[in-house]
């Protein structure tokens, strides 16, 4: 079992920037990709960003290329999202999620992951 914290989320004001982190219990972090997803009120949940078990892959929704940044430190057992140049349409609840995938892989739809934080709100205001 593995539970999942978010932290970080807020009001922002457009252009500004946010670091959003994800901290994970158990001795097993490692063992997992991760992924951040975002969910706007009325809209899917999609895939923002998602790092692999070592953080040697990333991959990112082409609208957040070039100004989000996702890392991990496994050391603590947690997850980052480094948010810059935030627009209105960021606006959106922010989740974390775990997926015990194979050492390089990239998990991207959200279907294969087994565990998720509960969410921390990111607005940005124009």
């Known amino acids: 079992q593995v539970q999942l914290v978010e932290s970080g989320g807020g009001l922002v004001q457009a252009g500004g920037s946010l670091r959003l982190s994800c901290a994970a219990s158990g001795r097993t972090f490692a063992s997992y990709a991760m992924g951040w997803f975002r969910q706007a009120p009325g809209k899917e949940r999609d895939i923002v960003a998602a790092?692999?078990?070592?953080?040697?892959?990333?991959h990112y929704a082409d609208s957040v290329k070039g100004r989000f940044t996702i890392s991990r430190d496994n050391a603590k057992n947690t997850v980052y999202l480094q948010m810059n140049s935030l627009k209105p349409e960021d606006t959106a609840v922010y989740y974390c999620?775990?997926?015990?995938?194979?050492?390089?892989?990239?998990?991207?739809?959200?279907?294969?992951?087994?565990?998720w934080g509960q969410g921390t709100q990111v607005t940005v205001s124009s």
């Open positions: 999620a775990a997926d015990r995938a194979l050492p390089d892989q990239i998990t991207i739809p959200s279907g294969p992951y087994d565990y």
């Open positions: 790092i692999s078990r070592r953080g040697g892959s990333t």
